[in-house]
């Protein structure tokens, strides 16, 4: 089974460890950005230009860089700000229609963590920014690297 909901304890366990390691703070106002404390090492892409074919490069891109950072029977977070949040795991088949959360920040935070936060995909909807943290997440998103990774916006020294 893929998609498994996080239960009200998981939910606000993990996020509030989300608070406290990346000083999470929720903001529609660019003075406060970014919203998240971004991990070193990181890549923050600005992904505010884009078309539907893009949309559909990067889901497939996604998909393959978890598929690449996970073990075949490993799950992950996939996590929706202030929505119902899963356990994940991007080796199983999943429909498109059943795609819970998506890769791309349309109007939410979508962060998708490995299960000891030492990698992830943090995305900012109106940023419209997507920081990938971790050097193995990293290495795996140049291999498979989606067209809309194409302007950095921030990264690590």
Known sequence: MNWIPLSDEEYNQVWDRIGREFHFRPSISPRDWPTFFEKSPF???DVSDFNEDDIDDLEKKCL???KA???IDEFMYALDWQHESFLYNPHL???RVAQTIRFYPDGE???F???D???GYLSHPWEKTICIFGEELIKNFEIYKPRLFSKIARRSR
Do not use: D, R
């Open 64 to 66: 393959s860089a978890f």
């Open 109 to 111: 935070y979508y962060l």
């Open 113 to 115: 963590l490995k299960s």
């Open 117 to 119: 936060f030492s990698w």
């Open 43 to 45: 890549i923050t892409y």
């Open 93 to 95: 088949e999943t429909s």
């Open 69 to 71: 950072s996970t073990n």
